[in-house]
């Protein structure tokens, strides 16, 4: 169990390129999440997969944003067209969730994002 | 809706105890807890789940009152390790789907 891994780790851009992030979430793990925290907030739930499939957005995550996971292992996450509002670190967490109750969420070190 | 955490930051000498509260307008089916020290990601603490079963990896306890929709976190005979931010995320189940955090408390502790 080697973690949940992000790419990169650190990633300044001007505003308006797109970036994309990447997460490799701990191997046996079947839900996959993103989310995101600003300076002195806690992390906001962005989307998150069962699989390969996105079961939910939030109303966060404009039209600008899109998260896939095409083969139910890592996922990514595209920023289009960034904004100065975009700076943020971008957590990635994943989960194993079968039958039953109570799911801890494995956090990521995160993506750091400066948009200049 | 976003929990409200208090208090919003916390100073300790070493072997002091501290609580630290998250609260609800929403009913609670579960509350998870989470410490992250600056510039590191958030590492998983506990599950409290309605009706009372508890998931954890620490030796920190916690409650859950259901009826007023808040939960504590208990941190006693504190260490210089606990010193971090701990954040409170509520579910709408069992923390299968995403989470919602509340701003954190800045926990600080001293020799």
């Known amino acids: 169990d080697t973690g949940v891994s992000q790419d990169p780790r650190h990633k300044i851009t001007k505003r308006g390129q797109n970036v994309t992030f990447r997460c490799d979430p701990i191997?046996?793990?079947?839900?996959l999440y993103w989310y995101r925290q600003t300076l002195g907030q806690g992390p906001e739930f962005l989307t998150y997969?069962?699989?390969?499939?996105?079961?939910?957005k939030s109303r966060l995550l404009s039209d600008r944003f899109s998260a896939e996971r095409p083969k139910g292992s890592f996922s990514t996450l595209e920023i289009q067209r960034t904004e100065q509002g975009d700076s943020a670190m971008y957590l990635c967490?994943?989960?194993?969730?079968?039958?039953?109750?109570?799911?801890?969420?494995?956090f990521g070190p995160g993506t750091r994002l400066t948009v200049t | 809706q976003q929990p409200v955490q208090s208090p919003q930051a916390v100073i300790l000498r070493e072997g002091e105890d501290a609580v630290i509260n998250c609260s609800s307008s929403?009913?609670?089916?579960?509350v998870h807890w989470y410490r992250q020290k600056h510039g590191e990601a958030p590492v998983f603490l506990m599950i409290l789940l309605k009706g009372g079963e508890q998931k954890g990896h620490e030796k920190i306890s916690a409650s859950f009152n259901e009826k007023k929709q808040q939960s504590s976190l208990y941190l006693t005979a504190s260490q210089l390790s606990y010193s971090g931010t701990y954040f409170c995320g509520t579910g709408k189940g069992g923390g299968a789907d995403g989470l919602t955090f509340g701003k954190g408390t800045h926990l600080i502790i001293q020799p």
């Open positions: 967490a994943s989960s194993l969730v079968v039958t039953g109750a109570g799911y801890e969420q494995y």
């Open positions: 929403k009913a609670l089916y579960s």
């Open positions: 997969f069962q699989n390969e499939a996105q079961l939910e």
């Open positions: 191997s046996e793990h079947n839900r």
